[in-house]
């Protein structure tokens, strides 16, 4: 007799009892959904539904509209996905979630932060302010309002603490913080008359919701990281005053310097950008001491930062 197929039969008697009990079947149920509750899509998911929840909760919808999932397209040939809006009389809310627990590190300008969970594990992940920041840009863009009408906001839901609280500014909250965030808008910047015409607005230049669209903003997302490149480039000691970039282009926040160009004797508006291969495009600067001067950026930005 087979000594695998033995022991196999071995097993199996001994579990033929547990099989029969109910118990071991909730148990078995319980141990499975908690192993799909931590896949980072699931946690997103998860997230996401949290965040819906207080909203509904905590904002008179006599006051308050949020419109999930929101996928628009970024200006620069692809698309960016916002996890909420939230419309009122007060502005717009573009609320990124992220359902996260541990330490979170990270300051305003940083291009990372760190999570660290009990135990030692500890990961990257995306500064969200900067991404979130291309979310307002992109949004205020399609809608035409003015950038001081659109508010970003993060919400780490779960079991996270910000260790580096004093680096960061008041609009990353945990849990339902966020609420406490936009109820702390009182300014009416909006008539009720212009905020249905923002709801309608949003929902012509959405993408329609669903798998595919997920799918091809993945992809999209995907294709942008393989562009950046292997080493990036250092930072100046004394960076310059960075142009304010026209309507048209995705900025990065204020203090977060631009990197310094390379040589541009060769380069023109559609050529391939030096750094990560994007296109370059051509724009003018309206502040600064710069202002009305035209210069070339990277189509990729703010993942690539070149200025020629």
């Not at 141990?31 to 949290?50: D, F, N, S, T, Y």
């Not at 919400?155 to 609280?165: D, H, I, N, Q, S």
Request: hydrophobic share 40%; glycine share 8%.
């Amino acid at each position: 007799m087979d000594p695998v197929a033995g022991l196999l039969g071995a097993v199996a008697n001994a579990l033929k009892p547990f099989l029969l009990m109910p118990a071991f079947w909730l148990i078995a149920l319980m141990v499975l959904g908690l192993a799909i509750c931590r896949l980072p899509g699931v946690k997103g998911w998860i997230g996401e539904r949290l965040v819906n929840l207080q909203c509904r909760l905590f904002l008179p919808r006599s006051d308050y509209a949020m419109v999930p999932n929101v996928t628009i397209p970024d200006g620069l040939g692809g698309t960016t996905q916002i996890d909420h809006v939230v419309v009122s009389r007060y502005g717009l809310f573009v609320v990124e979630t992220k359902n996260m627990k541990g330490w979170i590190f990270g300051g305003e300008h940083d291009a990372q932060w760190t999570q660290k969970i009990h135990g030692g594990h500890s990961q990257k992940f995306q500064n969200p302010l900067r991404q979130n920041f291309k979310h307002t840009v992109s949004l205020a863009q399609i809608l035409d309002l003015p950038r001081d009408k659109v508010f970003s906001c993060i919400a780490f839901v779960g079991e996270a603490t910000l260790k580096t609280r004093d680096k960061l500014p008041p609009s990353v909250r945990t849990n339902a913080g966020w609420v406490s965030f936009v109820k702390e808008h009182r300014t009416q910047v909006l008539t009720q008359d212009e905020v249905e015409a923002i709801l309608e607005r949003i929902q012509e230049a959405r993408l329609a919701p669903g798998f595919r669209t997920h799918r091809e903003h993945v992809r999209y997302v995907k294709g942008l990281k393989t562009k950046e490149p292997a080493t990036p480039a250092p930072e100046p000691t004394a960076p310059p005053s960075a142009p304010s970039l026209d309507a048209g282009t995705v900025a990065a926040p204020a203090a977060a310097p631009i990197a310094p160009p390379t040589s541009t004797a060769s380069l023109c508006e559609g050529a391939a950008c030096p750094r990560c291969g994007g296109r370059l495009v051509a724009r003018t600067a309206r502040q600064g001491q710069n202002a009305g001067q035209r210069f070339l950026g990277c189509s990729n930005y703010p993942t690539c930062r070149f200025v020629g």
